[in-house]
C-alpha cells in the first residue's frame, strides 16, 4: 500500500511520518506541495511542521498550495487523509475538516506525553484500536487549541465525529478536550498530537501510535 | 505640522536612486589615498588608538568608511578573540587524535564516529542580546549555531541550551527568563531539531547578564564535509537566504565587546530578528546543493555578515575576490555600504560555485524559495575588492581582516579576594537532614525543570533515545546499525570561582561521566567560556586558569578540543559574573538499544554507590542554599578516578548489567536520588554509613548510583576495575527512606521539587477533563 506524505516548506514531521508508515507495513511516497501529482497513492498524511512558518495563521497558506486542491478532490471521492498538529490545521484552512486551531489557552508551546480516549474505532485511521482505549502519544504545539462555535461542537458530538479525546489534562485548552475530528464519512482524520513519534519503543513514550497507520492499511486491505 | 503629501516618498526611490543620491558622499579607495587626514569615527566603532593605526599600517593610507567598519567588526573581541588567542593555542597543543577530522579554526569541529559517520557538534554564546531582547537574542544564539554545524556539510540534528540567569526572584529574572526559553523554543522548535538537554541555573552575578548558550550537533557522512574557503579564478560568490536589512549592526563589536553601564543608550537595533522558516529552507536547500556537488566552499553569515564570509572565503583560500555590493538583495534600500557590510540580518549564507554550476544552484534554491544572487567572484590576486555602483570602496588584503587582527597578552592577577575567599571553610554539618534536603530539590537550581523543556520540542526527527531530564542527550544516528551518539554540557560556575584551574576541570569531568552515564564512550569537547571583562587582570588571571585547566584536563583524559566559543566582557558596571566555563563532551554509542536511563522504574532492585565520598562542601548547592555560603575549595579532581568510572559505565551498557545510573553532582546523593525516584515513582530504603551531611550533600566527583537487578555481577565488574561500591539500600514503596535519619514521601518529595519553577515563572495549567468517557454518542 503507496501512503504518501506530503512536504510543505516548513513541514518538520515529514521524515517522522514516513518511518512510521515503513514500520506499519506500507510504503511510504513523498509527495511535494508544488507538484499537481498524488503518485497514485492510496492515502495521503499531512505531517506536522510550523508550514510557511505558521505566518498568516497556523495553516493557511499551505492549504493552498497546488497540491492541496487535489487532495480535496480525492478526498472528495474517499481517499483517507491524515492530519498530523500542522497537517490538522491545513485541514480545517483548506475546508475537510470543521473548527480551527488557535494560540494554546495558556500561550506556551508545550511538548509532553498525552494521555488519549479513542472515542471512534470505526474510522479509516482508527480501526485498529478499540473504542474507548487509552493510548499516549506525545503532544507538541503552540497553537492546538480547537474551537468551534457550541453549536458546531454540539453536531460533531451528535455525529460522532470527535475521534480522540485528551485525558489526564487537557494540554492547550481546546473545547471539550477535543483532540482530533474525522470528515462525515471517517475517511478524513485530523488530532494534534503526533502518532508518528509513539512507533518504537527505543525513541517514543509508546508505540500506541502504530495504530493509526496500520489502520488505514487495514482499512485499504478491506476495500480492495 | 502637516505631511508634505507631494513630495515623493523615500520608500519608492530605487535602489539605484538612494545610491546615486548618497554618491557624492562616498568614501571610495582613491577619496581615501586623497584626503588622509579625514577625522573617522573608529572609537565609537570599537577600535582603540592604536588598532587604528596598525590599519593605517596595512593598507597603507586611512581605511574608507567602508573598510573601517569591515575592520572594526572583524577585530572585535567577539571575531578576532584577540584577548584569548594566546591561551586558546593550549588547546591546540592537544596531542593528535584519530578520531578528529577537522580541528578548530573552522565553523565547527568534526569528529569520526564509525561506520563513515562524521558529527560536528558547537556551543556558541549569545549572551547580550539575548539580555537586551530575550526573544529575539535567544532565538537568533539557536540560528547562527545551527548554520554553523550546517556549514560544515552536516544535517542538523538536535540542539541543547546552557542557560544562567540572576537570582530567580529578582524581578528582572521574570522579564528575562521567559522570553529567553521561548526563543530557544521558538526557533528549534520551528527548525525541526529536538532539544535533547541542557542547563538552567541561577546566581545573582547573571543578574543584567544572562548567559544564553546554544549547542547544535549535526551528522555527515565523511566524503560530504564543506570547507569555508574561497577557490578557483572564476568561480562565483553566492549569497542567498534572506535579504540584508538594518538589524544587527554592530553587533559583535558593540554588543558582545563592551560593559554594559546603565547610562548607555538603548542598543535594542544591534539585536537581530530571527526567522526560523527562513532557516529551515536555508538548511534543506543547502543540503541539496552540497548532495549534487554544487558548491566548492560555503560560509554563513552570522557576527559581522558579509565583512566576516567574504572576507573568511578569501582569507582562507589561494586567490582573492571581488564583490559587487549592490547586487546585494536589500530590505531597506536606505542602507549605506558601510551598514550593509556589517548588518547580522539572519538566514543568509555565502556559496562559491563554478560558473557553470551556477544555474543548478540558483534553481535548487527557487525550489526552496529560497533568494539567491551572484554577489562577486574569486579572483586571482590577493585583495579583497568591493565595489558600489562602480566605485570601488574596499581594497584589503582578506587576511588582515579575518586572521590577522590584534592580539593581546594582557596583564593577568590572581583576584586580590581568593586566598580570603579559599580559607572561609564552608559548613559542614547539618541541623536537619530532612528540611535541607527539601530545600535542596525545591531550590531553582535543583527544581525539576520540565516548565522550560514543556516548551521544546524533544520528539522532531524521531531519533530521540534520551532527552532531558537525563544525564545525557542520546540520539540515533543510523536505524539499521543503531550507531547513535550522547551529549552532556555542564558548568558548574561556583567551583570555578573558588578556583577557575581545577573548577574546569572537574566541569568537565561531569559532562564526560553524564556521557558515560549513559552508556556512551566519551570522544570529544567542545566549550563555551563565558568570563568577565578581558580588560580587568583578575578576569583575565580567570580566564587563563580556566583554559590551562581544560586543557590538562583533555590531555589527561585524551580527549580532543573539537573548537569552542568565548564569550568576554559578560559584567554589569565593575561586577563580573562568576567564571563560567560550560564545557560540552560528545559521546558514541555503538548500540543506543542499550543506553541506561536515569530513573528507577522496578521495585527490589539494589541500589548502589559507585566512588568514593568525601566530606566536600566547597561551592556545594548545599551550601550555597542552606547557608548562603561560597568559600573553601572545591572538591578534589580525580581524574583518574573519572576515567576508570567511565570504562566501568560503559561496561555496564554493554553487558546489560544495570537499569539505572545517575551522576552525583550539584545536590549530591539527595539530588541524585530525588530525581532517580521521581522519575517513574518508585521510591527506596537506603543506609547511608559515616558522616550523614556529607552521605546526602557533598559533591566529591567521580561519583554514580546505579540500579541492578544482579548487584554481584556489578560488583565483580567494579572490582575488577577498582572501583569501589557501597551498597545503599533497595528500590521500592512510595517514600524515599534513609534508614534512622528521615522519610519523605514521594508525594511531598514531587510537590517540593516541581512546584518552583511555575510558581515563579507562572504555570501554564491543565485544564482538567470534563468529558467522562462514554458519553459521547458513536455512530
Not at chain 2, 566603532?45 to 593598507?59: F, M, N, P, R, V
Not at chain 2, 547513535?484 to 570555578?496: P, Q, T
Not at chain 2, 568514593?612 to 556545594?620: C, I, L, N, V
Not at chain 2, 556489578?714 to 534512622?740: H, K
Amino acid at each position: 500500500m503507496r501512503i504518501g506524505v506530503i512536504t510543505f516548506p516548513g513541514s518538520l514531521d515529514d521524515v517522522d511520518a514516513a518511518r512510521a508508515v515503513r514500520l506499519a507495513g506500507g510504503e511510504p511516497v513523498s509527495l511535494w506541495h508544488g507538484d499537481h501529482d498524488l503518485k497514485d497513492v492510496d492515502a495521503v498524511v499531512l505531517p506536522g511542521g510550523f508550514s510557511y512558518g505558521d505566518y498568516l495563521r497556523a495553516g493557511a497558506i499551505a492549504a493552498r498550495s497546488p497540491l492541496m486542491a487535489d487532495v480535496v478532490a480525492a478526498a472528495g471521492t474517499g481517499l483517507p487523509v491524515l492530519g498530523i498538529c500542522n497537517g490538522f490545521q491545513v485541514l480545517c484552512e483548506a475546508g475537510l475538516l470543521p473548527g480551527a486551531l488557535t494560540r494554546n489557552s495558556h500561550l506556551h508551546f508545550r511538548n509532553r506525553d498525552q494521555g488519549l480516549r479513542v472515542e471512534r474505532a470505526d474510522t479509516a485511521w482508527t480501526s485498529s484500536f478499540t473504542q474507548g482505549q487509552e493510548i499516549v502519544v506525545p503532544v507538541k504545539n503552540g497553537e492546538g487549541r480547537y474551537v468551534a462555535a457550541d453549536a458546531d461542537l454540539d453536531r460533531l458530538e451528535g455525529e460522532g465525529r470527535v475521534v480522540v479525546r485528551y485525558v489526564g489534562g487537557n494540554p492547550n485548552g481546546s473545547s471539550r478536550d477535543i483532540a482530533g475530528v474525522t470528515s462525515a464519512d471517517g475517511r478524513v482524520v485530523g488530532l494534534m498530537p503526533h502518532p508518528e513519534h509513539a512507533v518504537e519503543d527505543l525513541t517514543g513514550p509508546s508505540t500506541d501510535g502504530l495504530g493509526f497507520f496500520t489502520s488505514v492499511l487495514t482499512s485499504l486491505v478491506g476495500a480492495a | 505640522m502637516s505631511a508634505d503629501v507631494t513630495a515623493t516618498p523615500h520608500a519608492a526611490d530605487g535602489p539605484a536612486d538612494a545610491a546615486v543620491r548618497s554618491m557624492p558622499d562616498l568614501d571610495t579607495v582613491e577619496r581615501a589615498a586623497q584626503a588622509p587626514d579625514t577625522a573617522q569615527p573608529f572609537a565609537e566603532l570599537g577600535l582603540k588608538d592604536d588598532e587604528y593605526a596598525s590599519i593605517k599600517d596595512i593598507l597603507g593610507r586611512r581605511p574608507t568608511t567602508a573598510e573601517l567598519a569591515m575592520y572594526s567588526v572583524m577585530w572585535s573581541e567577539h571575531c578576532s578573540y584577540k584577548s584569548s588567542k594566546v591561551h586558546l593555542r593550549r588547546f591546540g597543543d592537544l596531542p593528535k587524535s584519530d578520531a578528529l577530522l577537522v580541528g578548530m579554526g573552522e565553523n565547527a569541529g568534526v569528529v569520526d564516529v564509525g561506520e563513515g559517520y562524521a558529527v560536528t557538534f558547537k556551543v556558541e554564546s549569545h549572551n547580550h542580546p539575548s539580555y537586551i531582547e530575550p526573544y529575539q537574542g535567544a532565538a537568533t544564539g539557536v540560528g547562527g549555531i545551527v548554520r554553523d554545524i550546517l556549514t560544515m556539510g552536516a544535517r542538523p540534528i538536535a540542539v541543547m541550551d546552557s542557560l544562567r540567569f540572576g537570582a530567580a526572584d529578582a524581578p528582572d529574572t521574570a522579564r528575562v527568563l521567559p522570553g529567553v526559553v521561548a526563543g530557544v523554543g521558538g526557533y528549534g522548535n520551528c527548525l525541526g531539531l529536538p532539544n535533547i538537554g541542557g542547563e538552567l541555573l541561577f546566581d545573582a552575578t547573571y543578574a543584567g547578564n544572562p548567559l544564553v548558550n546554544a549547542l547544535c550537533v549535526g551528522v555527515m557522512r565523511h566524503e560530504d564535509l564543506q570547507l569555508a574557503k574561497a577557490e578557483g579564478t572564476g568561480n562565483k560568490v553566492v549569497l542567498f537566504g534572506a535579504r540584508t536589512g538594518g538589524d544587527g549592526i554592530g553587533g559583535v563589536s558593540v554588543l558582545a565587546s563592551e560593559t554594559f553601564d546603565a547610562e548607555g543608550p538603548a542598543k535594542r537595533p544591534a539585536v537581530q530578528v530571527g526567522d526560523p522558516f527562513t532557516e529551515k529552507l536555508l538548511i534543506e536547500a543547502c543540503l541539496e546543493v552540497f548532495a549534487a556537488g554544487l558548491v566548492t566552499g560555503i560560509q554563513d553569515l552570522g557576527g559581522a555578515g558579509i565583512s566576516c564570509a567574504t572576507s573568511e572565503l578569501a582569507a582562507a583560500g589561494s586567490g582573492g575576490m571581488r564583490i559587487d555590493l549592490d547586487a546585494v538583495p536589500l530590505r531597506d534600500s536606505t542602507l549605506t555600504p558601510a551598514e550593509i557590510l556589517m548588518s547580522e540580518s539572519q538566514e543568509r549564507m555565502c556559496a562559491v560555485v563554478e560558473p557553470d554550476k551556477v544555474e543548478a544552484f540558483l534553481a535548487v534554491c527557487a525550489k526552496w524559495d529560497v533568494l539567491a544572487t551572484v554577489i562577486g567572484e574569486v579572483t586571482d590576486g590577493d585583495r579583497l575588492t568591493i565595489d558600489w555602483h562602480g566605485e570601488r570602496i574596499v581594497d584589503v588584503p582578506p587576511r588582515t581582516v579575518a586572521l590577522e587582527g590584534p592580539r593581546y597578552d594582557r596583564p593577568m592577577t590572581r583576584p586580590a579576594d581568593l586566598d580570603a575567599l579559599q580559607a572561609d571553610a564552608p559548613p559542614s554539618s547539618s541541623a536537619d537532614l530532612r528540611a535541607d534536603w527539601l530545600a535542596l530539590v525545591s531550590s531553582p537550581d535543583g527544581a525539576d525543570k520540565s516548565w522550560v523543556t514543556e516548551q521544546y520540542d524533544r520528539y522532531v526527527r524521531g531519533n530521540t533515545v534520551l532527552a532531558q531530564p537525563e544525564d545525557a542527550g542520546v540520539l540515533r544516528v543510523d536505524e539499521s546499525s543503531n550507531l547513535g551518539i550522547a551529549l552532556a554540557l555542564d558548568g558548574n560556575a561556583r567551583f570555578s570561582r573558588l578556583d577557575p584551574y581545577t573548577g574546569a576541570q572537574l566541569n568537565l569531568a561531569e559532562a564526560y561521566r553524564n556521557v558515560a552515564v549513559s552508556g556512551a564512550v566519551p570522544l570529544a569537547v567542545t566549550n563555551c567560556l563565558n568570563f568577565g571583562s578581558p580588560e580587568n587582570p583578575e578576569v583575565m588571571w580567570q580566564f587563563a586558569e580556566a583554559v590551562r585547566g581544560l586543557a590538562d584536563g583533555c590531555r589527561e583524559l585524551g580527549l580532543p578540543v573539537t573548537g569552542g566559543n568565548v564569550s568576554l566582557y559578560n559584567q554589569t558596571g565593575d561586577v563580573a559574573i562568576n567564571p563560567t566555563p560550560v564545557i560540552g563532551v560528545l559521546g558514541v554509542h555503538a548500540d543506543v538499544r542499550r543506553r541506561v536511563p536515569t530513573g528507577w522504574r522496578a521495585a527490589g532492585e539494589t541500589v548502589l554507590l559507585l566512588g568514593e565520598t568525601r566530606a566536600e562542601f566547597g561551592g556545594s548547592a548545599w551550601a550555597s542554599v542552606v547557608h548562603g555560603h561560597l568559600g573553601g575549595l572545591p572538591p578534589r579532581l580525580d581524574l583518574a578516578a573519572e576515567r576508570t568510572l567511565a570504562q566501568l559505565l560503559t561496561r555496564f551498557a554493554t553487558e546489560g548489567l544495570v537499569s539505572s545510573a545517575h551522576d552525583l553532582a550539584d545536590g549530591g546523593l539527595a539530588q541524585a536520588v530525588t530525581e532517580s525516584a521521581l522519575r517513574y515513582g518508585t521510591g527506596a530504603t537506603l543506609r547511608v554509613e559515616g558522616d550523614p551531611t556529607a552521605a546526602l550533600f557533598a559533591e566529591s566527583g567521580a561519583r554514580v548510583v546505579v540500579t541492578t537487578a544482579d548487584p554481584a555481577a556489578v560488583r565483580a565488574a567494579a572490582a575488577d576495575a577498582g572501583v569501589p561500591v557501597t551498597e545503599l539500600g533497595t528500590t521500592g514503596g512510595d517514600a524515599l527512606v534513609v534508614e534512622g535519619l528521615l522519610e519523605l514521601p514521594l508525594a511531598e518529595l514531587r510537590t517540593a521539587w516541581t512546584g518552583t519553577l511555575p510558581a515563579l515563572f507562572g504555570s501554564p495549567e491543565l485544564v482538567v477533563s470534563a468529558v467522562p468517557a462514554g458519553t459521547v454518542p458513536t455512530s
